[in-house]
């Protein structure tokens, strides 16, 4: 049994550890051996701790003898993205200039994943300063996607898609600031949570304190192969953490999920984007499978995500031109400096200070806007990008359309910028070849993104690991 244990969900894991059918020794040394097989084809994890997880491990096993379980996933085996600060080890963020930023103190995240007792098999891949929507760097090389090397595992939390995918780990963290949780999900044939601005903590100590668009914007979030794994973790994740600013209480939202139908707008073709055909198949067939549960389903305009999009390049743009772009200019590599290009050209300078506040202060008309829209219709069903997952690193090819890019990665790329959570759910999606759907809500709705993503998950079945490229 305990050779297939890197199948199970982090559910079916916390079960049996709690129960003590199984040990959390078991089930981090199948996550290891799975790891030891399949990372090598698809780089997913770059910074391996297997012996530090089994030490974790044999721990959690004795303080569950003696004092019970310390949180919903106690000795369940997880991946990090290695992007947010872990005692002792390198914060690199996928940059050269980074290798040797070693971690005085935990980030919030990792303060949360050790408390709650579940091993970190290793860390995830990302490029170079999480800022692309594809996932290669210098430092690391390149992950690719196990359904197909051909195609992209998504970002920045590409790695942490393609590890959920393959079966490394039940669970992957990864961060959220223009899509980089639910775009690597998609891509992968995963699930993926980005939740509400504010409910899981995300202090790195080590990093420069960001500037106040990326605090607004950013997320730590979740990516697995089941619902229930995303809603646990979540729990985990949003212990109270002092450092963080933001933070508010997550109360009951991620308490366990009811059968609530709700209306649900429908989204699925757009006149600001061009649409797939399999993308636009998906999101009926996740509307009938939503319907057929009791939802009342309709499709219906819904506020634009390519203004969202405009006002996320315009104000993120702009803080970047005066942050992290010098940075990536000095230490990025020629991916992410061309990636930083694509996301400037055509973005307005905003030189002054009342030009800058004017812009920050949009965003309330922006999410006003939305949350008006979620009175009646209480969740939004569309696209994750109108798109399919696209060839591996389109977004650094001379004959890019950069016009086009931003239209159809609107649906995800856009909606940080207001702070909405949003949850990928792989509808579509077979061995080979990933695809999924978006569930929106308004703030602090997430608790209804994963009633409604339940709903469709026991549509679709059981999410089983792909082997890498075997289709």
């Known amino acids: 049994m305990s050779n297939d244990l890197w199948q199970w969900t982090a559910a079916e894991l916390a079960a049996g550890i709690s129960s003590g059918r199984i040990s959390s020794v078991e089930a981090t040394e199948s996550a290891i051996a799975r790891m030891e097989a399949v990372n090598p084809a698809i780089n997913a994890v770059v910074d391996l701790m297997p012996e530090e997880a089994l030490a974790v491990a044999k721990t959690a096993d004795e303080v569950l003898r003696k004092h019970g379980a310390q949180g919903p996933l106690h000795g369940v085996p997880m991946t990090v993205k290695v992007n947010v600060d872990f005692k002792g080890r390198a914060n690199t ?129 979740i990516l697995s192969r089941s619902v229930e794994d995303i809603r646990l973790a979540m729990q985990m994740m949003s212990r109270p953490d002092p450092n963080d600013i933001w933070q508010v209480p997550a109360g009951e939202i991620f308490g366990p999920l009811a059968h609530r139908p709700s209306k649900v707008a429908v989204l699925a073709e757009t006149d600001e984007s061009p649409a797939d055909p399999e993308v636009t198949a ?9 319907a057929d549960a009791g939802y009342e389903v309709e499709e219906v305009p819904v506020p634009s995500f390519r203004e969202l999009v405009d006002h996320w390049r315009l104000i993120l743009g702009n803080e970047m031109r005066g942050g992290l772009g010098p940075l990536m200019v000095a230490n990025g590599d020629w991916k992410m400096k061309r990636m930083l290009e694509v996301q400037l050209e055509g973005v307005p300078v905003i030189d002054d200070r009342d030009g800058m506040l004017a812009a920050i202060a949009h965003r309330s008309v922006l999410l006003r806007k939305w949350q008006l829209f979620f009175e009646q219709w209480p969740l939004v069903l569309t696209a994750v990008c109108w798109a399919k997952p696209m060839i591996d690193d389109l977004d650094v090819s001379d004959d890019l359309d950069i016009d086009w890019f931003y239209n159809v990665c609107a649906p995800y790329m856009g909606t940080p910028t207001i702070g909405l959570p949003g949850l990928t759910v792989p509808v579509g999606a077979t061995p080979g070849k990933p695809m999924g759907v978006q569930l929106l809500a308004t703030r602090f ?16 079945g059981r999410l089983a690991p792909v082997d890498p490229f075997a289709a």
């Open 93 to 221: 963020n996928g940059v050269v200039a980074l290798k040797d930023n070693i971690s005085a103190q935990d980030s919030s995240t990792v303060a949360a994943v050790k408390a709650g007792m579940l091993p970190v098999i290793g860390r995830t891949n990302t490029p170079a300063y999480s800022m692309r929507a594809f996932t290669s760097n210098d430092l690391y090389g390149a992950t690719y996607n196990p359904h197909d090397k051909s195609i992209t595992c998504g970002g920045s939390s590409g790695g942490a898609g393609s590890a959920t995918a393959a079966g490394i780990g039940a669970i992957a963290h990864g961060n959220d600031i223009g899509g980089s949780v639910r775009h690597p999900a998609y891509c992968c044939g995963v699930y993926g949570l980005r939740p509400t601005s504010g409910l899981i903590p995300q202090t790195s100590p080590s990093m420069p304190e960001r500037k106040i668009v990326s605090q607004m914007m950013a997320v730590q979030g």
């Open 282 to 290: 998906a999101i009926r067939q996740a509307a009938a499978m939503l």
């Open 445 to 460: 709705a997430d608790r209804r993104l994963l009633e409604a993503g339940a709903v469709l998950e026991r549509a679709i």
